[in-house]
């Protein structure tokens, strides 16, 4: 995208903007926009994707930060609190077969 285009879209010029850098633009010259998004775009619109973008972001470190947690760390075996055995406490689709031992 070029700021000819940019420049049809009105005063605001996306290419001026925090996060544009070598190699995937430089300002005032180009920006990376692969999908398109940002061909008729105003200020309104670019500040909504960019915290959806932000969001998304922060989402997406929540879960990974989830896996890793689920994976790292366990409670004690909830079928019996007086042991330390956590073999014994089934994990992944083990947990739901039958033969599982349940607090019930």
């Known amino acids: 995208v070029t700021p000819q285009t940019a420049a049809a879209a009105g005063n605001f010029d996306i290419s001026m903007q ?18 398109g998004l940002a061909s008729d775009i105003d200020a309104d619109t670019f500040r909504q994707y960019r915290k959806a973008e932000l969001k998304h972001g922060r989402i997406c470190m929540l879960g990974v930060l989830g896996l890793v947690a689920q994976h790292t760390w366990r409670f004690k075996p909830f079928f019996d609190q007086n042991t330390d055995n956590f073999q014994q406490s089934p994990s992944g689709i083990g947990a739901a077969a039958a033969g599982t031992p349940s607090a019930a």
């Open 18 to 35: 925090n996060g544009v850098c070598a190699p995937y633009g430089e300002p005032r010259v180009s920006y990376w926009d692969p999908a």
